[in-house]
């Protein structure tokens, strides 16, 4: 596995690996797993998960390393799908009634939009198309609860809308990578 | 061209991180509370206590 990768892709990986660590630090320090235990919980296992992707592509084969990212990689999804539900929780009750149905049919029409590309994207197996769909889908619904923390007074360097804003850009990356190995693969 | 985009994704990793040390570790929208606050703090509770005691008073 070691011979696939490459000086470039060892010191992006060590960054990553030292910026995860860090992060958790953090998170300890502040005490944020007390206030956001899923999000908390997703640092840290993604953390987890770098160290031993790491350790794996230097010590085992090609195989193991495909095996071991495939599980790693859905159990840091449904951790960020649980984030995205804490997320939502703290942000959606500041509504009033009125401006919940108007946010419930902007996101209605976003979702659609999303299911329609998705559908509509030239990609050759259908497994591409639906993780395709799920990952915009869960960068559209962060966009969406950043977007109404900052209408409900919060500007993206506050906790909560920071770290939704972020996850969208890194899920609205992820679908971007999708898009472009499904069309040259 | 595969290799590069798998690099983007990590360094898109990389800024997300970067992100939510900034926002953890940023003291933006938080606030020390001072005496004067807490005064005040007890202030409103001791006039909150008060009204319920005048009311509880109005009924009984």
């Known amino acids: 596995m070691k011979d696939y990768i490459s000086s470039a892709d060892l010191a992006i990986w060590i960054v990553l690996i030292a910026g995860r660590l860090f992060l958790c630090l953090s998170i300890c320090k502040k005490r944020l797993h007390q206030r956001l235990r899923w999000f908390s919980l997703y640092s840290f296992a993604a953390a987890f998960e770098s160290v031993l992707l790491l350790a794996i592509a230097y010590s085992a084969s090609y195989e193991v390393y495909y095996y071991v990212f495939y599980v790693t990689s859905h159990s840091i999804s449904v951790l960020t799908f649980l984030t995205l539900i804490e997320c939502g929780r703290r942000v959606l009750p500041g509504l009033n009634v009125p401006q919940r149905e108007k946010a419930g049919a902007l996101l209605l029409v976003a979702i659609s939009g999303v299911v329609a590309f998705a559908g509509l994207w030239p990609l050759r197996f259908i497994e591409n198309r639906i993780e395709l769909g799920s990952q915009l889908s869960v960068a559209v619904a962060f966009f969406f609860i950043a977007i109404y923390s900052r209408y409900l007074g919060l500007s993206w360097s506050r906790l909560l809308a920071g770290i939704a804003s972020s996850l969208g850009f890194l899920y609205s990356y992820k679908v971007r990578q999708k898009q472009l190995r499904g069309t040259i693969l | ?60």
């Open chain 2, 1 to 60: 061209m595969v290799l590069q985009v798998r690099q983007i994704i990590q360094i898109a990793n990389v800024v997300a991180v970067a992100a939510w040390i900034v926002v953890v570790l940023s003291p933006w929208g938080t606030r020390e509370l001072t005496e004067a606050d807490l005064l005040k703090i007890e202030a409103a509770f001791a006039r909150i206590e008060a009204s319920l005691g005048t009311e509880g008073g109005k009924t009984v």
